[in-house]
């Protein structure tokens, strides 16, 4: 386990191709149960928010990716990851929040570690080109988010 926490920050790390584009290469299964996302193959600005059920400050800020998530001139991607609640209490979070943006699940807190986040939320920031450009951690209103979706592309 040690080891491929090293080669997930590593990975983390470095500035070129693949999943040392920034992002861990790692699949993480959706909280519907029906899919997966590997980030390291993010290829469009997108948000990562990595949030978790007991988080208060994470309830604050969600409604507002939904908003931008649902606002037709939105130019990113928005994915929600949450991060070691299980698939059952994670899927009654979204729908009693009325989230419909796409939400993944990192049991083992993977993504978390090789972004370095401290505390949650915290949202990533992926370029058009996969590359990570930034880690927020703390929580962000919707004017921050759409700053960040700036800094996307």
């Known amino acids: 386990m040690a080891g491929l926490l090293v080669s997930l920050l590593a990975a983390a790390s470095c500035a070129s191709g693949g999943s040392a584009a920034g992002m861990p290469d790692v699949v993480l299964p959706a909280a519907s149960g029906t899919d ?4 390291a ?4 600005p997108t948000l990562i928010n990595l949030w978790a059920t007991w988080c208060i400050p994470c309830k604050r800020e969600l409604p507002d990716l939904e908003r931008i998530h649902s606002d037709p001139t939105n130019a990113a991607r928005i994915i ?6 299980d698939e059952a209490s994670v899927r009654k979070y979204i729908n009693d929040l009325g989230l419909t943006f796409e939400q993944y699940i990192d049991l083992d807190g993977i993504v978390e570690s090789a972004l370095r986040v401290s505390t949650l939320p915290a949202t990533a920031v ?6 990570l450009i930034e880690v927020h951690q703390g929580v962000l209103d919707e004017a921050g988010f759409r700053a960040l979706i700036e800094k996307a592309g």
Request: overall charge negative.
């Open 126 to 131: 992926i370029g058009a080109d996969g590359r």
């Open 80 to 85: 929600g990851v949450n991060v070691g609640d």
């Open 41 to 44: 193959e993010l290829r469009e």
């Open 36 to 39: 997966s996302l590997n980030p």
